[in-house]
């Protein structure tokens, strides 16, 4: 039996920005789609209103992702075909506690460190946990999805 190839998508209100933002916790690269995008819109397979310009290359409107940079990916299309994220835009705001969250594991003495920059990313530090099972600190991104730093 062979294992399924799977990727997270997280829901939210701009997913350039998020794609950016985690792009930058998690050191992996944002996927360029444009190979794809100007493809399918030069067969007419896509409309024009579905894409948008980030810089000199065209994205979709409502989808971004990231991938690790070492895992393979698709070069006719940008897409990630290991560990990635996937950003959809959806019209409602978050409302509650999120089900599934990230957690982020820096180097061995370096939490403090990566809290600092990843705050200096534009998240915002929610509380310090110390139990006798570990120490960690949770997060949330600049749309408000809770992780936690160990």
């Known amino acids: 039996m062979t294992t399924l190839h799977w990727k997270l998508v997280i829901d939210a209100t ?32 896509v409309p024009e209103a579905a894409t948008l310009r980030l810089g000199d290359r065209r994205a979709w409107h409502d989808l971004a992702a990231v991938r690790h940079p070492d895992d393979p990916y698709e070069a006719e299309s ?25 957690d982020v ?16 990313l534009g998240a915002t530090v929610s509380r310090h946990v110390k139990e006798p099972g570990g120490e960690w600190v949770i997060m949330t991104d600049p749309e408000g999805n809770e992780f936690c730093v160990h």
Do not use: C, M
């Open 105 to 120: 594991h820096a180097e061995q003495g370096r939490r403090d460190d990566e809290v600092a920059r990843v705050e200096g």
């Open 14 to 45: 701009d997913p350039h920005a998020q794609a950016a933002f985690w792009g930058e916790v998690l050191h992996y690269e944002v996927e360029d789609h444009s190979a794809l995008i100007d493809r399918l819109l030069g067969f007419g397979a």
């Open 78 to 102: 940008g897409t990630g075909l290991g560990r990635r994220i996937l950003f959809q835009r959806v019209p409602e705001p978050k409302t509650g506690k999120n089900r599934l969250h990230l």
